[in-house]
């Protein structure tokens, strides 16, 4: 049996990786768990899964928490520390990292030097600590299994092969809710045109960042970590059937991809059973019913969040930590109805403009950069 312990657990790749776990508590125990504030949700599955410890970001819900568990032989923790308690329980040999944003870091870095491998939803983390997180796995002896679909598939595209012979990586895109249209129209888009996905399934984050396709840039930054190869060997194909979840292109021109339905079930029993595979628990994939597969260009002049990811690795540093921050902080302001969709790519570039970038930064430095960034865009929007 593999113990688990979860970072993230009331979101979406958390309470889907719940159900993988619900599927196969043969194969499973959830050991520990941790969420951000949504304590409802947590009940329950701290009720279901019986967890030794649970941890809630918010200090206050952390103690209603307490109070409603009491029954429980469960330990309730709070803030960072909840977090890093959780991801560096004893007994977890695997700890999924399903946070949102760079609150990830330090949990992870925290996990890898306790020794447990990492299955990786978290992209911020690679995004912003990727010369930081890397070496230190290698040193360490972890493995770090990627969740999100695209980097799932790359890396099942990799099995059995030789990294050295690897000529590009092809990291599909849907094109979200907004493909084909011009900057005209997307003046006008609203919140809710936003985040009707055509596809997925996700967090209301993580649908804007498809939205504006910054999540494509995101991808590429930690595409570019995950696999150790340069942005001119990472592209990005728009495919809006979202069947082909990415491509590894080797330098006698084969091509292999993963293709399956859109269900992020898949890469996280890929992840947790690495390197076996078991039966998915819901729709396969029928190519009877599909009609044709589309392949086209990203338009990065509509898609300004994209360019602006190349634009980040290439400086590199401490850059794609402004490019991550300031997008959090934009996203947020656009959910809450304070700017306009398009405005999301406008903060971006201003904050990049304004940061001279730190070469190698540390933790410490990367978390400074996060800071500074939301603070010069409180200042201006």
Same mark, same amino acid.
């Given at each position: 049996?593999?113990? *688990?312990?979860?970072?993230?657990?009331?979101?979406?790749?958390?309470?889907?990786?719940? &159900?993988?776990?619900? #599927?196969?508590?043969?194969?499973?125990?959830?050991?520990?768990?941790?969420?951000?504030? $949504? *304590? &409802?949700?947590?009940?329950?599955?701290?009720?279901?899964?019986?967890?030794?410890?649970?941890?809630?970001?918010?200090?206050?819900?952390?103690?209603?928490?307490?109070? +409603?568990?009491?029954?429980?032989?469960?330990?309730?923790?709070?803030?960072? &520390?909840?977090?890093?308690?959780?991801?560096?329980?004893?007994?977890?040999?695997?700890?999924?990292?399903?946070?949102?944003?760079?609150?990830?870091?330090?949990?992870?870095?925290?996990?890898?030097?306790?020794? @447990? !491998?990492?299955?990786?939803?978290? @992209?911020?983390?690679?995004?912003?600590?990727?010369?930081? *997180?890397?070496?230190?796995?290698?040193?360490?002896?972890?493995?770090?299994?990627?969740?999100?679909?695209?980097?799932?598939?790359?890396?099942?595209?990799?099995?059995?092969?030789?990294?050295?012979?690897?000529?590009?990586?092809?990291?599909?895109?849907?094109?979200?809710?907004?493909?084909?249209? $011009?900057?005209?129209?997307?003046?006008?888009?609203?919140?809710?045109?936003?985040?009707?996905?055509?596809?997925?399934?996700?967090?209301?984050?993580?649908?804007?960042?498809?939205?504006?396709?910054?999540?494509?840039?995101?991808?590429?930054?930690?595409?570019?970590?995950?696999?150790?190869?340069?942005? &001119?060997?990472?592209?990005?194909?728009? #495919?809006?059937?979202?069947?082909?979840?990415?491509?590894?292109?080797?330098?006698?021109?084969?091509?292999?991809?993963?293709?399956?339905?859109?269900?992020?079930?898949?890469?996280?029993?890929?992840?947790?059973?690495?390197? !076996? +595979? @078991?039966?998915?628990?819901?729709?396969?994939?029928?190519?009877?019913?599909?009609?044709?597969?589309?392949?086209?260009?990203?338009?990065?002049?509509?898609?300004?969040?994209?360019?602006?990811?190349?634009?980040?690795?290439?400086?590199?540093?401490?850059?794609?930590?402004?490019?991550?921050?300031?997008?959090?902080?934009?996203?947020?302001?656009?959910?809450? +109805? @304070?700017?306009?969709?398009?405005?999301?790519?406008?903060?971006?570039?201003?904050?990049?403009?304004?940061?001279?970038?730190?070469?190698?930064?540390?933790?410490?430095?990367?978390?400074?950069?996060?800071?500074?960034?939301?603070?010069?865009?409180?200042?201006?929007?």
């Amino acid at each position: 049996m593999k113990n *688990i312990a979860l970072l993230g657990s009331t979101g979406s790749i958390g309470t889907q990786t719940l &159900d993988v776990v619900r #599927h196969y508590k043969e194969e499973f125990r959830v050991t520990a768990m941790a969420a951000g504030t $949504n *304590i &409802d949700k947590l009940e329950e599955q701290i009720r279901e899964f019986r967890p030794l410890l649970a941890a809630v970001y918010s200090e206050e819900k952390a103690l209603e928490l307490r109070q +409603r568990v009491k029954d429980l032989n469960i330990k309730v923790l709070a803030g960072m &520390d909840g977090l890093m308690a959780v991801a560096t329980e004893v007994s977890a040999d695997i700890v999924l990292t399903a946070v949102v944003g760079m609150i990830g870091i330090r949990p992870t870095i925290a996990a890898i030097e306790a020794g @447990k !491998d990492i299955a990786l939803a978290n @992209k911020e983390t690679l995004v912003t600590a990727g010369h930081l *997180i890397m070496p230190l796995a290698a040193a360490k002896g972890v493995k770090i299994l990627p969740v999100d679909s695209e980097h799932s598939a790359i890396f099942q595209s990799m099995q059995g092969e030789k990294r050295s012979q690897v000529h590009k990586i092809l990291l599909t895109a849907s094109g979200g809710p907004f493909r084909g249209r $011009n900057l005209e129209e997307l003046k006008s888009v609203q919140v809710e045109d936003a985040l009707k996905h055509p596809n997925w399934v996700m967090g209301r984050k993580i649908t804007i960042d498809s939205a504006t396709m910054v999540n494509k840039g995101l991808e590429v930054i930690e595409a570019r970590w995950l696999f150790d190869v340069d942005l &001119d060997k990472i592209q990005v194909v728009v #495919h809006p059937e979202s069947v082909i979840h990415s491509m590894v292109e080797y330098e006698d021109s084969a091509v292999i991809g993963q293709l399956g339905t859109p269900d992020m079930r898949l890469p996280i029993q890929y992840a947790l059973f690495y390197p !076996d +595979r @078991k039966p998915l628990h819901g729709e396969w994939l029928d190519l009877f019913k599909l009609n044709t597969l589309h392949f086209e260009a990203p338009d990065l002049e509509v898609f300004k969040g994209l360019n602006l990811a190349y634009e980040a690795l290439k400086t590199g540093g401490s850059m794609p930590t402004v490019f991550n921050a300031a997008n959090e902080r934009a996203v947020a302001k656009f959910l809450d +109805r @304070k700017i306009g969709f398009l405005d999301i790519a406008e903060i971006i570039g201003e904050a990049m403009k304004k940061h001279t970038a730190i070469e190698s930064p540390n933790l410490e430095e990367i978390l400074d950069v996060e800071e500074a960034t939301y603070e010069f865009i409180e200042s201006r929007w």
